[in-house]
């Protein structure tokens, strides 16, 4: 019964869904406010409907209903509630739902901020999300239905995969689709603009905190998956440039591309054209991640061919969503009419031209290693792979000019900044990031090595070029800095930190593999590690064998670590699970590989020097953009509402 | 020409150099990094050269694992329908290695014939079979010569 209501609440969604798109955009033809009017309380309806199908498929799984077929193939009676909540995004049918849900928290936003938005706006932003949306619910109806029925029911689930049975993973999805779904505003605001031909400084003091946002929930969702990625697959590793991992990571350039050419639209009113490609692509590249995770072409282009109705309509929905938006963007964006100043190469927006260039071509080089191997297996031209030795060796060149220019991005000012006033702020900052970095890995370390020490030189320059900024605004004033600038402060300090974790754990990091009966003493990376044996334990739904070791530091014991080896009884699916001894300047890292003969194991143990300075450096930049997110410029729009308004509504309001 | 074209001519010119410089590095980085896929027959008949790493598919042979018993080295010979070659590898197996499961492996081929893998790769689902690997186990009519419960189930 209650799968059923789910059901039928999801057909609603998708009349709502085709309403919110279809009238807004009669009304801005016929320019009539009625049918305007009519986006944002459909909008509400869709998001509660989609709600209800949530709360159902929820509900499906915690009452563990093997009716459903997507409960019984992602769940088990043994399973502990929380992970039986977070199994409805296990798979695909649950992540679809998902998408769509926060699809419609976002489109609730947008409805309930349009009262600062000329209404002509707002209905049209909602009416292109309501579409992205339509598609999405035609595509879980048709093809993926999570709510699909299998008698008989059988009496046991087959498990949620063991990989996914993790903190990691209950809140990981859901932040990286909330990032993905957020640049559906971005989208759906250049989608706007290029409707109503408008990119004014209005346009983009909308677009900018939507665009930030959606931002911090993308960095969070990647950093949380890289951080998962290191606890829960036992490999030590805290990137794989794993297709998976890259479906994530291109949205994540293009939006941080994103907000950079937004400031300086804002700003200075010019790449205009330029933003509104990027709003499209950011949005193209999230609608391909999904896809590419959930659909599994990443598995085997095979796996179309055995549902070809899926691929097709993936294939089918792309088109016109990408197609559709670039026909208009040719159509409509060379009326945005382009700044007649040349850009100045030493002006802010020189080097945010830089950092978008490079940030582009960073994502392109990152797309060409993930789609070339599935094109070359689908066109039949062999089987390749693309090693992550490609993507380090194509990232590295990109992305270390960048950094520099972060070190830069405070202290040159807009439109044209003279050389030596940038000598004279930065002068100090660079000796001091090159004398701090080159001693950073030599006194913390006690090792150095020239890439690690150049890494270190760039992030700490990074660091101290953002910081000199704000030690110049407070002691010159006194006054609290605007928000916006302290965000960007934090942001770019953190990029500092996490360029500083990089270099040092790809630097000096390092790994053994090695025999160890109980009772044996390795001695590795300075600290001695003692293995005294197995033993049994009965998890809730698995049994494990659970290594105990001792870690001694000049003879003093500093950790005890228990990685283990996981059985679920469910699947049979043997899990590693890692022990961890987690510090700020390296986390010691074992791992247990197979059992050998007589009570030896082959043990894995990492030395991961400064590798919480990765996350720690990412999750700065992410409450960066939170900081930006208060300023008082946006919240300052209701004031601002009245004189735009009256200078939209000439437009089409006017019915 | 005026000082303002030639700048923007300057920097137009010094993107377009900036960009071919990046697309030539990102071009001669992609194709020294492909890895190109083998089965086991291809090796033994020779058509493989000795020194590019690759990657290798089959099915580890019944009977065939031997640890050493002081270090980590495992032997095993990897096959297809037709023929096997013998692997070795230093290190830790992933959980789902065990004989008659199929396998990916990369790695180099060495002058006497034997793949020297640098990581051993098994997928995380019992049921499921890496389609390299499903294909190498198909002889030239494209039957597969699984063992018949071990056909991939994709």
Known sequence: MIPELGNFALILALCLALVQTAVPLYGMARSRADCLAVAAPAAVGQFVMLGIAFAALAFAFYGNDFSVAYVAANSNTHLPWFYRIAAVWGAHEGSLLLWMLLLSCWSLAVAAASRSLPRDVASCVLAVMGSVSVGFLIFTLFTSNPFARQFPAPAEGRDLNPLLQDPGLVIHPPMLYMGYVGFCVAFAFAITALITGRVDSAWTRWTRPWTTAAWVFLTVGVTLGSWWAYNELGWGGWWFWDPVENASFMPWLVGTALIHSLAVTEKRGIFKSWTVLLAITAFALSLLGTFLVRSGVLISVHAFATDPARGVYILAFFAVVIGGSLLLYAIRAPRFEAGTEPVAILSREGLLLLNNIFLVVAAAAVLLGTLYPILADALGLGRISVGPPYFNKVFIPLTAPLVALVGGAAVIAWKRTRWQAVQSRLWLPLLLAIGLGVLLPWLALGESGVVAAAGCVLGIWAILGALEDVVRRVRGRRVMLPRNVLGMTLAHVGVGVFVIGVSLVTGFGGERDVRMAPGDRVSFAGYDFVFKGTRHVEGPNFTAETGDFLVFDDGDQIAELEPAKRRYNASGQVMTESGIDVGVFRDLYVSLGESLSGQAWSVRIYHRPFIRWIWAGAFLSAIGGLVALTDKRYRRREKLRAPSREHMSSASVQA | ?154
């Open chain 2, 1 to 154: 020409m005026t000082r303002t074209q030639r700048r923007r001519l300057l920097l137009v010119g010094g993107l377009f150099v900036g960009l071919a410089a990046a697309a030539a590095l990102a071009l001669t980085a992609f194709s020294q990094n492909l890895l190109y896929f083998y089965q086991p027959s291809e090796i033994v008949a020779g058509k493989v050269p000795t020194d590019t790493r690759f990657r290798i598919g089959g099915l580890v042979e019944n009977g065939s694992v031997q640890r050493a018993s002081d270090d980590l080295v495992v032997r095993f010979s990897l096959a297809d329908c037709e023929d096997s070659v013998p692997v070795r590898f230093r290190g830790t197996l992933p959980d789902l290695f065990r004989e008659g499961q199929g396998i990916v492996a990369y790695g180099k081929i060495d002058h006497d014939g034997r793949f020297i893998a640098d990581e051993v790769l098994a997928k995380h689902d019992e049921n499921y079979m890496s389609p390299d690997v499903a294909d190498a186990m198909k002889d030239d009519q494209g039957v597969s010569c699984m063992p018949t419960n071990m056909r991939a189930s994709r």
